[in-house]
């Protein structure tokens, strides 16, 4: 049996799918099989699968049934002591697996270990942007209220949590991952690779931009989650929303569209006003003043600037702390 099961959602994908599995094929850990998972593609994912010769790779075909269905028939199928998931769109750095799994195995504690994320363009070229979060150990409460995680990618997770924490909800088909994160940090603590180890694609089609689909999805998650919880915990249910608007907030800017951005901006402040005082926030007030009266051309080219002087100065302070945005 292998140790490791990557799980591979895929639909419509044959775009970045080649490149995707690339990555995982050029993993320096080995003993691993790949699981990519057709959920009901129109494109030719079938007749490329044949050309594949590496035995790891499997393809199992189902009719369409979204993500969360996707990775549930993944986890059914998988062998592996080890799960990792992968987007069909998303690509790993070569040692990504070998860092995840000997972490697990140092620590058998830990239920799911992530890395840091960096952001790429549609090309797969970096954009500056990373996530590197400081979130480890009992988690639950900062996973409720902002996802540090970011992306569905950078995980791997031991096999044994799916029996507490039950599979992916079908009815989520945006925020699933942090859905079922959050439930598998009710039980287990989180471990952290600081090295960004996962590159995720901001393209045209991610889920995130269908934004009445992400806010119905919101509203679902949050509300699911709050119903079961004790009432003492209530509080930070418009913490929730707040830093989540917030986000919204910064998906418009990054779609040049700085109108969306302030409301949700507004929406966020509404609902938690003390994000006013936080870095994201006046982060976020700044990028939408310049890109309101210098136009988006302007305001990218400052932050190209401010990333490069970033870089330098990281470098020649050896400075592990990069700004998220």
Not at 143 to 169: Q, T
Not at 226 to 250: D, H, T, V
Not at 273 to 294: D, E, G, H, S, V
């Amino acid at each position: 049996m292998p140790l490791v099961s990557v799980i591979i959602p895929a639909y419509n994908a044959m775009k970045y799918l080649p490149k995707t599995l690339g990555t995982v094929l050029n993993q320096t850990f080995t003993d691993f099989e790949v699981l990519i998972i057709n959920d009901g593609s129109s494109d030719d994912i079938i007749t490329w699968s044949n050309s594949i010769t590496d035995p790891r790779v499997k393809l199992i075909n189902q009719p369409n049934k979204g993500v969360s269905e996707a990775r549930n028939t993944g986890i059914y199928h998988a062998q592996g002591e080890y799960l990792a998931f992968l987007d069909a769109d998303d690509m790993w750095r070569p040692t990504k697996l070998e860092k995840q799994v000997e972490y697990l195995n140092d620590y058998p504690s830990v239920g799911l270990v992530y890395n840091w994320t960096e952001f790429t363009d549609e090309k797969g070229e970096a954009t500056g942007v990373k996530v590197l979060s400081q979130m480890e150990g009992n988690v639950w409460e900062e996973m409720l209220v902002n996802d540090k995680i970011s992306n569905g990618s950078s995980v791997m997770i031991r096999r044994i949590c799916f029996e507490k924490a039950g599979l992916f909800d079908p009815n989520l088909t945006i925020l699933e991952d942090r859905d079922m994160w959050l439930r598998i940090a009710a039980y287990y603590p989180f471990g952290l690779i600081k090295e960004c180890l996962t590159l995720y694609r901001r393209h045209f089609s991610n889920a995130t931009k269908n934004r009445d689909n992400t806010l119905k999805c919101m509203r679902y998650f949050f509300e699911k989650t709050f119903q079961s919880l004790p009432i003492e915990k209530l509080y930070l249910r418009n913490r929730c929303y707040g830093w989540f608007f917030l986000y919204l907030a910064w998906c418009c800017l990054e779609e040049k569209n700085y109108q969306e951005a302030i409301h949700f901006r507004q929406q966020a402040l509404l609902h938690y006003p003390q994000l006013i005082l936080k870095r994201y926030c006046i982060l976020l007030t700044c990028a939408i003043f310049i890109m309101n009266i210098f136009g988006y051309n302007s305001y990218e080219k400052l932050r190209f600037m401010t990333r490069s002087i970033r870089g330098f100065l990281k470098v020649k302070g050896n400075n592990s702390s990069v700004l998220e945005t």
